[in-house]
């Protein structure tokens, strides 16, 4: 097991659970924007958010950000340690420092002291995009071993000045090669493990490939908190990640889903009402599952073991609630309205 390592109150490592955190888009010298898409973020169940803090005045509108929102602020640093000072000053709750860009010892050294008088954690956080030359093979390619000794060389620098509030991550783009990479770390440390896998894409292949790669080290019992990353909306990587991690009983947040692919027997247009269904729903946080089955030939059983399911016939469907029928042979037409209606009333009372 990892150790536990706080950013505010939130713990990371140890026998907590793992952390859904994401990062902002939006340029981080608005204000406005970042609060809005963070606090957008944190309803959709994102519990650390990390902003780019690109220059001076992105690092001076930390402490505004900060005091508008309800989740622990991480700043994202690369090239100059005068802005990771300058957010510490800020007061975010934890840095994330590149190994890869910010080599000298001197400056990384004056960002640890400033980090250890104000109590936060540092991340070090490797990125197969961005590996100093020394770590790369000698036809200069990104490696496994080149990450991890990248990232050591910079957490053994931390620990040589006492500074032991560490986290780490290894993303790279290639999903072996970032397996590889954290399973060599966990062997190594028992500092908690940020996983990912970098420049992931767009949503659909995306959060396919975060989904092989996440799925794998989670199931292995790696990563302590994740970030799936998406060229996007980063609301769509909380979501992704609540996926992988439901699909992993790993966190439970939000509806469970169990749908039918469909087939020759399917008598309602099931795809139609699912997406209706899942689309009117995604703001419940509540631990339900609901089966939508387009025949009774594997709906019956689903239905009788989620808490609401729908069970396709030609043109209607019969609704059941906790495996009883509660509505039979709804009119097509009127399924997602009913879907909904039913949910929504049973999530009254599993609210968190
Ligand atoms: Fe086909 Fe029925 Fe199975 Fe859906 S539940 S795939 S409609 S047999």
């Not at 032991?164 to 991550?169: A, L």
């Not at 028992?190 to 490939?209: M, N, V």
């Not at 239905?303 to 019969?318: H, S, Y």
Request: overall charge negative.
């Amino acid at each position: 097991m990892t150790r536990p390592i706080y950013v505010g109150s939130l713990c990371i490592g140890g026998d907590a659970p793992i952390v859904v955190q994401s990062m902002t888009n939006t340029n981080t010298r608005d204000v406005d924007a970042t609060v809005t898409q963070i606090r957008q973020l944190e309803h959709a169940g994102c519990e650390l958010v990390r902003v780019a803090v690109p220059d001076l005045a992105s690092a001076a509108a930390l402490t505004h950000i900060r005091e508008r929102i309800g989740i622990p602020l991480v700043a994202d640093i690369h090239f100059d340690h005068r802005i990771a000072l300058a957010s510490i000053q800020a007061g975010v709750d934890k840095l994330r420092l590149n190994p890869g860009n910010i080599t000298d010892p001197k400056k990384i050294i004056e960002v640890v002291e400033a980090a250890a008088a104000a109590k936060i954690p540092i991340r070090v956080g490797a990125n197969s995009g961005s590996m100093a030359k020394e770590y790369l093979d000698k036809d200069g390619h990104v490696t496994a071993q080149g990450m991890v000794a990248s990232a050591m060389a910079q957490v053994r620098l931390l620990e040589a000045h006492r500074f032991e509030q560490i986290i780490i991550s290894l993303k790279g783009t290639d999903v072996p090669m970032t397996l590889a990479a954290y399973r060599m770390m966990a062997h190594e440390v028992d500092y908690p493990l940020h996983i990912g896998i970098t420049e992931a894409g767009t949503s659909w292949e995306g959060g396919l490939r975060s989904a092989v790669g996440l799925g794998v080290l989670l199931e292995q019992g790696i990563g302590d908190t994740v970030r799936v990353s998406l060229t996007g909306d980063p609301v769509e990587e909380v979501r992704v990640a609540y996926a992988i991690l439901r699909a992993l009983n790993l966190r439970q947040r939000g509806i469970t889903f169990r749908i039918c692919p469909t087939c020759g027997r399917t008598g309602i247009a099931l795809e139609k009402i699912a997406i209706a269904v899942q689309d009117a729903v995604r703001d419940l946080n509540v631990r339900l599952t609901v089966a939508m089955m387009g025949c009774v030939v594997n709906g019956l059983g689903e239905a009788r073991e989620a808490d609401v399911g729908l069970v396709g016939a030609t043109g209607r469907a019969t609704i059941y609630v906790h495996g009883e029928p509660a509505a039979v042979n709804v009119a097509e037409a009127e399924l997602i309205e009913r879907m909904v209606s039913t949910i929504r009333d049973l999530a009254g009372g599993n609210q968190p």
